[in-house]
């Protein structure tokens, strides 16, 4: 499969502590993007980094890629409750024509 | 509210019928994704239409189809249902048929009985 993965599945932490979630994929990308999945909703685009770009920052998220080992991770700092969500990375192939979406991982932020 | 609007919501139906869902992408957005959602697969991208014309195919069963019209909204027709057909799809537009960043629909949930 050339579908991302995500790790951990599940994370469950306090408020205001930092939550961070890793992605890794097998094929070359033009992008990977980051999306937040509230339980039975659609899936909002958060961020997206390109191939040539290490680390990207968007209030409390933070991303960083590394494309020799085909890895990319979400950081969110200062955690709330409104934070909890299913988080997914998507990965972009080069031609730019398929989207492959990974397993996901999902958020638990404690109040 | 994301712009892409996806009717029914909510779709009950029985084993070996055939079901239509509809897509209505954001203004201006001339790409249309389909994507399926169930517990035990993920997220899978079954089509991707530009412009009116087939651009990208994923896992898409030979019994689903899609289409994309003139006005550039999007149908997605699931035929012969299965019980294991159950799932969220979702419909999402962009911009182009590159690789800009989605905007989802709220889905439609599809129980096969």
């Known amino acids: 499969s050339q579908q991302g993965e995500e790790d951990p599945q599940a994370l469950s932490i306090q408020e205001g502590e930092n939550a961070t979630m890793n992605c890794s994929y097998k094929?070359?990308?033009?992008?990977l993007q980051w999306y937040r999945q509230n339980s039975g909703r659609g899936l909002v685009h958060l961020i997206l980094?390109?191939?040539?770009?290490r680390e990207k920052h968007s209030g409390r998220l933070r991303v960083t890629l590394d494309t020799s080992k085909k890895s990319s991770s979400l950081l969110i700092t200062a955690s709330r409750a409104a934070d909890t969500a299913s988080y997914f990375c998507a990965t972009v192939t080069r031609t730019g024509n398929q989207f492959y979406f990974g397993t996901g991982t999902s958020l638990t932020v404690i109040p | 509210d994301s712009g892409v609007t996806q009717t029914p919501k909510h779709l009950i139906t029985a084993t070996g019928q055939r079901v239509t869902l509809r897509c209505s992408p954001r203004?201006?957005?001339?790409?249309v994704y389909w994507y399926q959602q169930s517990l035990d697969q993920g997220l899978q991208f079954l089509i991707q239409y530009y412009n009116g014309e087939e651009r990208a195919k994923g896992n898409i069963l030979e019994r689903f189809s899609a289409q994309q019209f003139p006005d550039l909204h999007s149908e997605l027709n699931l035929s012969s249902l299965e019980l294991g057909d159950s799932a969220l799809y979702f419909c999402a537009s962009s911009v182009t048929s590159g690789s800009n960043e989605q905007f989802f629909g709220p889905g439609t949930r599809l129980t096969v009985l």
């Open positions: 094929t070359s990308i033009n992008n």
């Open positions: 980094i390109r191939s040539n770009e």
């Open positions: 203004s201006g957005d001339l790409s």
